[in-house]
Nanobody
Framework: VQLQASGGGVVQTGDSLRLSCAAS????????MGWFRQAPGKEREFVSA????????FYADSVKGRFTISRDNVKNTMYLQMNSLKPDDTALYYC?????????????????WGQGTEVTVSS
């Protein structure tokens, strides 16, 4: 089972990025999935989550209105569209697949993790 996050990069304040998380080895169409991030010297924090069929989404207050999570169960891929990026968004972004079908914002609910993709936003 592998989750591969991609799409990170170095951008300027106000720019956009689209992260992708491709799953291989098994399908996660029945599992909720989420994005977390970890800035240098800080703990990993919740960013956004989506339930198994995409009908329910949840965002951290810090990204609400700027980030959009989505998934394509045919492609076994999840996305995070990040707009109006700020320097505070700079972090290593991880995708994860939850144990169940409903969204969760705690790391303990996610047994499957990708390796992370780095996002750097310069001012």
């Amino acid at each position: 089972v592998q989750l591969q996050a991609s799409g990170g990069g170095v951008v300027q304040t106000g720019d956009s990025l689209r992260l992708s998380c491709a799953a291989s080895g098994r399908r996660f169409s029945n599992n909720a999935m989420g994005w977390f991030r970890q800035a240098p010297g800080k703990e990993r924090e919740f960013v956004s989550a989506i339930n198994w069929n995409g009908s329910s989404k949840f965002y951290a207050d810090s990204v609400k209105g700027r980030f959009t999570i989505s998934r394509d169960n045919v492609k076994n891929t999840m996305y995070l569209q990040m707009n109006s990026l700020k320097p505070d968004d700079t972090a290593l972004y991880y995708c994860a697949a939850a144990r169940g079908s409903m969204i969760a914002s705690v790391t303990s609910a996610y047994p499957h993790w990708g390796q992370g993709t780095e996002v750097t936003v310069s001012s």
